[in-house]
């Protein structure tokens, strides 16, 4: 069935550094993506999306890349800070729905 | 706006008690979900709708049922709650943008 998934569980990295998390899926149909960001005992907040038309899609601090050919998509986030600490999903869309993945910890070291 | 809410934010049951998980928004969007998340995992998708009168079926909707009398509420019962059942519960709204919203989440433990 569709599935979305991480490679890493968890990515830990220094204040200041910058931070890549890795997502792949499998629903080559999917036409949206996003990512989310979810502190602990808070609901999912949104970061970017990316439709897949698009290679790539840059916000404040944060860069989202779409490689269509193997299906992979990455979060960039530019000089981490304390507050980035969190759990963050890719998710894809088809219609309404989200299929999210299993999410990665990101843990900012000071 | 309040976006998105949800009641109770914590809640215990015995199993085969039922409930309703309660979620209202105040942003006028058509389209609203509930998802549920177990620990180190992400989202799936229970029910949606995507106007008053109008539900369907997500991945995970055994167990659970929804109704969409109003464009504001949309309520999630537990018709006879097992411990399978023991998860967070979130409620999501998407606006004309396609982003989605979520709320605070209902902890939810079935005994």
């Known amino acids: 069935g569709e599935s979305v998934g991480l490679h890493l569980p968890t990515l830990s990295v220094q204040e200041g550094d910058n931070s890549i998390i890795n997502c792949a899926y499998s629903?080559?149909?999917?036409?949206?993506f996003i990512w989310y960001k979810q502190e602990s005992g808070k609901g999912p907040q949104f970061i970017i999306d990316?439709?897949?038309?698009?290679d790539k899609r840059q916000g404040q601090r944060v860069t989202v890349l779409l490689n269509k050919t193997v299906k992979h998509l990455s979060l960039q986030i530019a000089a981490t800070q304390p507050g980035d600490s969190a759990v963050y999903f890719c998710?894809?869309?088809?219609?309404?729905?989200?299929?999210f993945g299993s999410g990665t910890r990101l843990l900012v070291r000071p | 706006n309040a976006g998105v809410t949800q009641t109770p934010k914590f809640q215990v049951l015995k199993t085969g008690q039922s409930m309703t998980l309660q979620c209202a928004q105040d942003?006028?969007?058509?389209?609203m979900s509930w998802y549920r998340q177990d620990p180190g995992m992400g989202l799936r998708l229970i029910h949606y709708?995507?106007?008053?009168?109008?539900?369907d079926q997500g991945e995970v909707p055994n167990g659970y049922n929804v109704s969409r009398s109003t464009t504001e509420d949309f309520p999630l019962r537990l018709l006879s709650a097992a411990p399978s059942q023991t998860s967070v519960y979130f409620c999501?709204?998407?606006?004309?943008?396609?982003?989605?919203?979520f709320g605070p989440g209902t902890r939810l433990t079935v005994l």
């Open positions: 998710a894809e869309r088809s219609s309404y729905k989200l299929i």
């Open positions: 999501a709204s998407i606006d004309s943008y396609n982003e989605q919203f």
């Open positions: 942003m006028n969007h058509e389209y």
């Open positions: 629903n080559s149909a999917s036409d949206y």
């Open positions: 990316i439709r897949s038309n698009m």
């Open positions: 709708s995507v106007g008053a009168g109008i539900t």
